[in-house]
């Protein structure tokens, strides 16, 4: 047994879910793990995020955030903060994207995503938490230039020194609104769908733990252009239409050219993420979720607002989207 093995099994003894069957869970792209207590007095989910690499904090604070406002934050019914353990409610397995991929729920798929724009209209009009990172521009160029250095490596120094100067024109577009809760990960794999809770709280919420203070776009660009699953363009232009009918604060010209500019800025980063994932960890599982995400910055790139973008790529990198 492992000093790690022994920190959980204390852990768990103590949390009174000594006896309980453990049954790993799918996790995410990090080195958080998760396991479903199966056999204890109630049904808990236990998060173990090693604390060398990753700090439980944010999580628990985010969390305890999100339940005070009335979302459906997983309850945390113990942590041990130090330990990078926590033990939380377990809303269930019916995942937006499995909800509809397996149809193991009668839904439309119109319903859920409506209530999860729903969620954020009102999740980005509250106070955020205090001590929030700020996603800011150095912040947003550094998540960029992850692309160029995984996923284009291969380019010249002064090609990827132009490709951050185009960033560092068009960051200043995104800033449309009021800076507020930026989810960062909001999409058909971090979202629940609990139809027996009412309101706002049927939209079951999952890894939050990265939440930033920054532009409300950001965070319908995440559910609205996922890597891992189509949203065809008619609905996903019918939800943009829903939220900026419930933000009639904003521009809406204005927010459509940021929600353009951070697709691309997110599509970036993400196909360098999956680069690293597979050279680096040998996660190579991402590298299929590639193509549909060169599909969304081709669609990202034929906004007029991003002309010089698209012609970087045209002139150092063609997307070569699979047909």
């Given at each position: 047994?492992?000093?790690?093995?022994?920190?959980?099994?204390?852990?768990?003894?103590v949390?009174?879910?000594?006896?309980?069957?453990?049954?790993?869970?799918?996790?995410?792209?990090?080195?958080?793990?998760?396991?479903?207590?199966?056999?204890?007095?109630?049904?808990?989910v236990?998060?173990?995020?090693?604390?060398?690499?990753?700090?439980?904090g944010?999580f628990?604070?985010?969390a305890?955030?999100?339940r005070?406002?009335?979302f459906?934050?997983?309850l945390?019914?113990?942590?041990?903060?130090?330990?990078?353990?926590?033990l939380?409610?377990?809303?269930?397995?019916?995942?937006f994207?499995?909800?509809?991929?397996?149809?193991?729920?009668?839904v439309?798929?119109?319903?859920?995503?409506?209530?999860?724009v729903?969620?954020?209209?009102?999740?980005q009009?509250?106070?955020?938490?205090?001590?929030?990172?700020?996603?800011?521009?150095?912040?947003?160029?550094?998540?960029?230039?992850?692309?160029?250095?995984?996923?284009?490596s291969?380019?010249?120094?002064?090609?990827k020194?132009?490709?951050?100067?185009?960033?560092?024109?068009l960051?200043?577009?995104v800033?449309?609104?009021?800076a507020?809760?930026?989810?960062v990960?909001?999409?058909?794999?971090?979202l629940?769908?609990?139809?027996?809770?009412e309101?706002?709280?049927?939209?079951?919420?999952?890894?939050?733990?990265?939440?930033r203070l920054?532009?409300?776009?950001?965070?319908?660009?995440s559910?609205?252009?996922?890597a891992?699953?189509d949203?065809?363009?008619?609905?996903a232009e019918a939800m943009?239409?829903?939220?900026l009918?419930?933000?009639?604060?904003l521009?809406?010209?204005?927010f459509?050219?940021?929600?353009?500019?951070?697709?691309?800025?997110?599509n970036?980063?993400?196909?360098?993420?999956?680069?690293?994932?597979?050279?680096?960890?040998?996660?190579?599982?991402y590298?299929?979720?590639?193509?549909?995400?060169?599909?969304?910055?081709?669609?990202?790139?034929a906004?007029p607002?991003?002309?010089?973008?698209?012609?970087?790529?045209?002139?150092?990198?063609l997307?070569n989207?699979?047909s």
């Amino acid at each position: 047994m492992t000093s790690r093995d022994a920190t959980l099994s204390t852990f768990l003894e103590v949390n009174g879910q000594g006896r309980a069957l453990r049954k790993r869970l799918a996790g995410d792209a990090s080195v958080r793990r998760y396991e479903r207590l199966i056999g204890g007095p109630v049904p808990m989910v236990l998060m173990d995020c090693p604390p060398d690499l990753l700090d439980v904090g944010p999580f628990l604070c985010i969390a305890k955030w999100l339940r005070r406002c009335g979302f459906s934050a997983p309850l945390i019914f113990a942590a041990d903060e130090e330990a990078g353990l926590a033990l939380m409610e377990d809303l269930g397995d019916d995942l937006f994207n499995r909800v509809l991929s397996e149809g193991v729920r009668s839904v439309d798929e119109t319903e859920l995503y409506g209530a999860a724009v729903d969620v954020l209209v009102v999740l980005q009009a509250l106070e955020p938490p205090d001590d929030l990172p700020a996603y800011d521009d150095d912040k947003m160029l550094e998540e960029v230039g992850r692309f160029t250095r995984w996923y284009a490596s291969r380019l010249s120094e002064r090609a990827k020194a132009d490709f951050l100067d185009i960033w560092r024109e068009l960051l200043p577009l995104v800033r449309v609104g009021p800076a507020a809760f930026v989810y960062v990960d909001y999409h058909a794999d971090n979202l629940l769908w609990l139809p027996e809770r009412e309101g706002l709280a049927r939209v079951g919420l999952l890894d939050f733990q990265d939440g930033r203070l920054g532009p409300p776009a950001y965070d319908l660009v995440s559910l609205l252009e996922d890597a891992r699953r189509d949203v065809p363009p008619a609905l996903a232009e019918a939800m943009v239409e829903r939220y900026l009918a419930a933000r009639p604060d904003l521009d809406a010209e204005a927010f459509r050219v940021a929600y353009a500019v951070l697709g691309a800025q997110r599509n970036c980063k993400i196909l360098g993420l999956f680069s690293r994932l597979a050279i680096e960890d040998g996660k190579t599982q991402y590298l299929a979720l590639q193509d549909r995400v060169r599909v969304h910055l081709q669609r990202d790139l034929a906004h007029p607002s991003l002309a010089a973008l698209a012609t970087w790529f045209d002139d150092h990198l063609l997307l070569n989207i699979a047909s």
